[in-house]
């Protein structure tokens, strides 16, 4: 490309020169070959002027007299009625040019000029146009290869960043070239840069968080496989069954959770629900991986609360609380339930060292964990929260007390129960 640029820019200023200069050589011709003609004519009327000023004088004509009045370069022949003709100058060879005038008495004057002057002139003409047109063209290629430096360069630059978002590297470059046109291709480039990196972001984070949130519900529906599998009671299998459904179910929730919320996290669902079914299903769920640890879970507060959310979200909600006290927490969990203002509240706290100092304020950044664990529960957690209308917040940090804040809902005598939120 940066050889078309400049072999189109010196085409075009090739035959720029070649139209005007051809047309200045020939106006130049002409303009030269007329002036010298005019100048012949006009010594040939000045000498028939001087001829007769000194025939009227009666004065001598001669030789000398008229070699006065004729240049150097110029031949001159003066012809008198009854006399010889007088001659001034070398008669030129070759091609001429001649200029004759007569005065009233018959008086003729003949004055001629070699056209080699002519020829000179024009050539000294034509050396100017040429050294004109030379500087013409090495600017124009100059300003050619400037040009299309500035151009293909931004071109390999945005084809640069194109192969770069192609291979997989979505950061913008925000540069920018001074061109309008390249501009906004780079602008597009760039808007294009971060709406990938946004994608590969949530592509991600779902993956991460469904990895994370999956792993609870596949570990309790493996161990009522393995209950089934084991037994040979019809009843048992029959129950075990039925709680292995139950968790399928709850697996679905939180795989279509999980899409809806990496759609877009704020997008919720929330209805009236009774609190008590998911923290009983919770603790019935999480009690015996406390057992095993010799730990205890237990329930407090008020009961019958109705609240505002997402059921299933809760529970996730609820289960990354459980087990985050499970694995870094001590002692006994306890969830307790109360209300304040228009908000139902679930406090989870446990009996272990609490949240570090200097984690506190992060505790719900993605990738913060004070011990070795993945850092994400917390921050899914406080995304399902906030997708009801709820939140999730770090009451106190030693002993650690969690609070999820749902919509409580207004009895009144008068209107049904409506959510608060």
Same mark, same amino acid.
């Given at each position: 490309?940066?050889?078309?640029?400049? !072999?189109?820019?010196?085409?075009?200023?090739?035959?720029?020169?070649?139209?005007?200069?051809?047309?200045?050589?020939?106006?130049?011709? #002409?303009?030269?070959?007329?002036?010298?003609?005019?100048?012949? &004519?006009? &010594?040939?009327?000045?000498?028939?002027?001087?001829?007769?000023?000194?025939?009227?004088?009666?004065?001598?004509?001669?030789?000398?007299?008229?070699?006065?009045?004729?240049?150097?370069?110029?031949?001159?022949?003066?012809?008198?009625? @009854?006399?010889?003709?007088?001659?001034?100058?070398? #008669?030129?060879?070759?091609?001429?040019?001649?200029?004759?005038?007569?005065?009233?008495? @018959?008086?003729?004057?003949?004055?001629?000029?070699?056209?080699?002057?002519?020829?000179?002139?024009?050539?000294?003409?034509?050396?100017?146009?040429?050294?004109?047109?030379?500087?013409?063209?090495?600017?124009?290629?100059?300003?050619?290869?400037?040009?299309?430096?500035?151009?293909?360069? /931004?071109?390999?630059?945005?084809?640069?960043?194109?192969? #770069?978002?192609?291979?997989?590297? /979505?950061?913008?470059?925000?540069?920018?070239?001074?061109?309008?046109?390249?501009?906004?291709?780079?602008?597009?480039?760039?808007?294009?840069?971060?709406?990938?990196?946004?994608?590969?972001?949530?592509?991600?984070?779902?993956?991460?968080?469904?990895?994370?949130?999956? #792993?609870?519900?596949?570990?309790?529906?493996?161990?009522?496989?393995?209950?089934?599998?084991?037994?040979?009671?019809?009843?048992?299998?029959?129950? &075990?069954?039925?709680?292995?459904?139950?968790?399928?179910?709850?697996?679905?929730?939180?795989?279509?959770?999980?899409?809806?919320?990496?759609?877009?996290?704020?997008?919720?669902?929330?209805?009236?629900?009774?609190?008590?079914?998911?923290?009983?299903?919770?603790?019935?769920?999480?009690?015996?991986?406390?057992?095993?640890?010799?730990?205890?879970?237990?329930?407090?507060?008020?009961?019958?609360?109705?609240?505002?959310?997402? /059921?299933?979200?809760?529970?996730?909600?609820?289960?990354?609380?459980?087990? !985050?006290?499970?694995?870094?927490? @001590?002692?006994?969990?306890?969830?307790?339930?109360?209300?304040? @203002? !228009?908000?139902?509240?679930?406090?989870?706290?446990?009996?272990?060292?609490?949240?570090?100092?200097?984690?506190?304020?992060?505790?719900?950044?993605?990738?913060?964990?004070?011990? !070795?664990?993945?850092?994400?529960?917390?921050?899914?957690?406080?995304?399902?929260?906030?997708?009801?209308?709820?939140?999730?917040?770090?009451?106190?940090?030693?002993?650690?007390?969690?609070?999820?804040?749902?919509?409580?809902?207004?009895?009144?005598?008068?209107? /049904?129960?409506?959510?608060?939120?």
């Amino acid at each position: 490309m940066r050889r078309r640029l400049i !072999n189109s820019t010196l085409a075009v200023v090739l035959v720029v020169i070649a139209v005007f200069g051809v047309s200045l050589v020939i106006v130049e011709t #002409r303009t030269i070959s007329s002036s010298a003609q005019e100048s012949v &004519e006009s &010594e040939a009327l000045r000498l028939v002027s001087v001829v007769e000023s000194r025939l009227l004088g009666e004065e001598r004509i001669t030789e000398a007299v008229l070699a006065e009045q004729v240049g150097d370069a110029r031949y001159a022949r003066v012809e008198l009625p @009854g006399r010889e003709a007088i001659e001034v100058g070398d #008669r030129p060879g070759g091609s001429v040019i001649r200029a004759s005038a007569e005065g009233d008495d @018959g008086e003729r004057v003949t004055v001629e000029e070699s056209r080699s002057t002519v020829t000179r002139e024009v050539g000294r003409t034509l050396l100017i146009i040429g050294a004109v047109a030379l500087l013409a063209i090495v600017s124009a290629v100059l300003l050619a290869v400037r040009q299309a430096n500035k151009l293909t360069s /931004p071109l390999t630059d945005l084809a640069e960043t194109a192969e #770069r978002l192609g291979s997989g590297d /979505p950061r913008p470059r925000h540069k920018r070239y001074g061109v309008a046109e390249l501009d906004r291709v780079a602008d597009v480039l760039d808007a294009s840069a971060e709406r990938i990196a946004r994608m590969l972001t949530a592509e991600r984070r779902l993956a991460a968080d469904a990895s994370h949130q999956l #792993r609870t519900p596949l570990t309790a529906l493996s161990m009522r496989i393995e209950e089934i599998s084991v037994t040979d009671d019809p009843d048992t299998v029959k129950e &075990e069954a039925n709680i292995a459904l139950t968790q399928v179910e709850r697996l679905t929730d939180v795989v279509e959770r999980l899409l809806t919320n990496s759609r877009d996290p704020r997008t919720g669902s929330a209805v009236v629900f009774d609190l008590d079914e998911v923290i009983k299903q919770q603790v019935e769920e999480w009690r015996p991986a406390y057992r095993s640890a010799g730990r205890a879970l237990v329930r407090s507060g008020k009961h019958g609360l109705p609240a505002v959310g997402t /059921p299933g979200a809760v529970a996730q909600v609820l289960a990354a609380l459980i087990e !985050n006290s499970l694995m870094h927490g @001590g002692g006994t969990v306890a969830l307790r339930t109360r209300v304040t @203002g !228009n908000q139902v509240v679930i406090e989870v706290t446990d009996e272990g060292p609490g949240v570090p100092a200097d984690l506190g304020a992060r505790i719900f950044e993605r990738s913060i964990s004070g011990r !070795n664990s993945t850092g994400i529960g917390l921050a899914v957690a406080r995304d399902l929260a906030e997708a009801d209308g709820g939140r999730l917040e770090l009451l106190q940090q030693q002993p650690p007390v969690f609070a999820l804040f749902l919509g409580a809902v207004v009895r009144s005598r008068s209107e /049904p129960e409506r959510p608060v939120r």
